[in-house]
C-alpha cells in the first residue's frame, strides 16, 4: 500500500516550502509548524489520487513493461482497497486542512483533487490540456505554501514555477514517446496522437519563457522581494547574488535539456539524483539564491 502512494514522488511536495523560502519567511516555529501540516495533507492528498489511478488503470498497466510491477496492477493490492484508501485519504486531507489552516489551503486541495481525479478519468486523454494539468498539479504546490502563511505570490515566481514545470512535463512526455515509439504496451494513449516534434517545441518554449521570466525578477529594480510582489529590498550584499543566481539557473536548464534532448528525461527527481553535475549546480544556485534572500 505504501508503494502504490510513490513515497519516491513525495519530494515533489517540497515545493510547499518554495514561496516561504523564497520571501525570506522560512525559520519561524509558526512557518516550520504550518508548512509541516501543509507538507502532510498535501502529500495525503497526492497519494489518493495516486491510489485512485492505480485502481482505475490497473487493467492498462498490466501491459505495460515497467508499470505492471506497480502493486495494485501486479495483484498485491485489490483494487477495491485501493478504491477505498484513496477515498479516504481524499477526505481526511481537506477536513484536517480546514482544521488546521487558514481557509484557503483547503479550498487550494479540494481544487487539486478535483483537476487530478478528473485527469485520472477524462482530462489525461485531451490533448493540451493534460499538460496544463500536470503543470498545474506542480504550481498549486509551490502557491499552497504561500497561501498557508498568507505570502504574497509574485508573479515572476509563478510565471518562472509554471513554466519550469512545463518544461519538465513536456519533457518527460517526450522521453516517453522516444522510448515507447514502435513499442505495445503505451499506456498513455495521447502518446499517440503528439509528435515528438511537437513535445520537443512544447518543452523549448517552456524552457525559454522560464529562463526569460527568472531573468526579468533578476535584474529589475530593488523594489520588488524574491518571494513576494510587495517587498523593499536592499541589495544583495558583497555581491549581486540574485544576478548571479541567473547563471546557475541557467546551466540548471541547460544540463537538464541534455537528458529531454535525449529522450532520458523521466521523472525530475530521478534526473536530479541520478546526474551529480546537475545535483551540484543546483545547490550553486540554490546557495546563490539563499544569499540573495538573506540580503534582502
Known amino acids: 500500500m505504501l508503494r502504490t502512494t510513490r513515497p519516491k514522488q513525495w519530494v515533489k511536495n517540497t515545493l510547499v516550502i518554495a514561496a516561504p523560502a523564497a520571501a525570506g519567511q522560512l525559520f519561524s516555529l509558526h512557518a516550520l509548524f504550518r508548512l509541516t501540516v501543509t507538507f502532510a495533507l498535501f502529500t495525503a492528498c497526492a497519494a489518493a489520487v495516486y491510489l485512485i489511478n492505480d485502481a482505475r488503470d490497473a487493467e492498462a498497466d498490466r501491459a505495460h513493461p515497467v508499470k ?15 478504491y477505498a484508501a484513496g477515498g479516504v485519504l481524499a477526505a481526511l486531507g481537506p477536513l484536517l486542512a480546514a482544521w488546521l489552516t487558514p481557509p484557503l489551503v483547503p479550498a487550494l486541495l479540494i481544487a487539486y483533487l478535483g483537476m487530478q481525479l478528473a485527469y485520472c478519468v477524462a482530462l489525461k486523454h485531451v490533448l493540451v490540456v493534460d499538460l496544463v494539468v500536470v503543470t498545474t498539479g506542480f504550481l498549486m504546490r509551490a502557491a499552497i505554501g504561500g497561501v498557508a502563511l498568507g505570502i504574497p505570490l509574485s508573479r515572476w515566481f509563478l510565471i518562472t514555477t509554471g513554466f519550469g514545470a512545463l518544461f519538465m512535463v513536456s519533457a518527460k512526455r517526450y522521453s516517453e514517446a522516444v522510448q515507447m515509439a514502435g513499442k505495445a504496451g503505451a499506456t498513455r494513449a495521447l502518446l499517440t496522437e503528439y509528435t515528438t516534434g511537437y513535445l520537443r517545441f512544447v518543452w523549448q518554449l517552456a524552457a525559454g519563457v522560464a529562463v526569460l521570466a527568472y531573468c526579468l525578477w533578476a535584474l529589475e529594480g530593488h523594489g520588488t522581494g524574491p518571494g513576494t510582489g ?4 536592499h541589495g544583495d550584499g558583497l555581491l549581486p547574488w540574485r544576478q548571479l543566481s541567473m547563471v546557475a539557473f541557467i546551466l540548471a536548464i541547460l544540463r537538464y535539456a541534455v537528458f529531454a534532448d535525449r529522450g532520458t528525461a523521466g521523472e525530475p527527481e530521478d534526473v536530479v539524483l541520478r546526474d551529480r553535475a546537475l545535483a551540484l549546480i543546483g545547490l550553486a544556485w540554490l546557495a546563490m539564491y539563499g544569499l540573495a534572500v538573506a540580503h534582502w
Do not use: K, L, S
Request: glycine share 16%; net charge positive.
Open 68 to 82: 505492471c510491477r506497480r502493486p495494485v496492477a501486479a495483484g498485491q493490492v485489490p483494487v477495491p482497497v485501493a
Open 230 to 233: 510587495h517587498g523593499t529590498g
